[in-house]
């Protein structure tokens, strides 16, 4: 599929700049580091971070007791992951394949990673988090609100980017959220004040 390989060969090239963006960041994020202490205190098991770049959501997990790993489509961010957090377990992947077994995992978090996923191919992703989930297993998404699509051609570090940016709003994700056999149990509003403001979803998987 184009959009992926645009997806990871984009991530690979920014991988560093990224990195250094996100290095740090959470410092100065109150609201995520408590949305990640609400998502750590929910889950009683193992959890993916899908889409975790160089890991830095997975090791703040880590830090808070979960036994984390980390999951990206990008082979040089998975491997600035592994080299930051040695002790972390990081593999290539995509979330439209999800290799992992089913009924595997307790927790799943998504941040900022389905943004990249076509309108017709989020319920793939969402039947995979579904089937390596554990009956009432947390999945987190956090996600752009808005309407439509953007391409992004220059991304950190000024570097060149070929990729689709969609944004959503809440109701819409949070629909196919159910449909994929969730339950929706809350949604966080983060800077609801900027132009594009995030929301982060957290729901269990049913039992059905």
Avoid at 82 to 108: I, K, W, Y
Avoid at 125 to 150: E, M, Q, S
């Amino acid at each position: 599929m184009t959009w992926l390989a645009d997806t990871r060969t984009s991530y690979d090239t920014v991988a560093s700049s990224y990195a250094e963006f996100v290095s740090g960041a959470l410092e100065e994020q109150p609201h995520m580091r408590a949305a990640l202490t609400l998502f750590a205190a929910g889950v009683d098991g193992p959890a993916v971070d899908v889409g975790c770049g160089p890991g830095h959501f997975t090791a703040h997990l880590a830090s808070l007791g979960v036994d984390a790993s980390g999951i990206d489509l990008s082979p040089a961010m998975i491997d600035l992951a592994r080299r930051a957090h040695p002790e972390l377990r990081f593999e290539v992947g995509s979330m439209t394949e999800l290799a992992l077994p089913d009924a595997s995992m307790a927790g799943v978090l998504a941040f900022w990673s389905l943004i990249h996923v076509p309108d017709d191919a989020v319920p793939v992703a969402l039947g995979h988090f579904r089937r390596v989930l554990r009956p009432g297993g947390l999945l987190a998404i956090g996600h752009h609100v808005g309407v439509g699509t953007r391409l992004k051609t220059q991304g950190y570090g000024g570097h060149p980017m070929r990729v689709h940016v969609h944004l959503r709003q809440p109701w819409w994700l949070a629909r196919r959220v159910r449909e994929a056999g969730f339950k929706v149990e809350a949604e966080w509003a983060i800077d609801p004040e900027n132009e594009v403001s995030q929301v982060i979803l957290f729901a269990r998987a049913t039992k059905g």
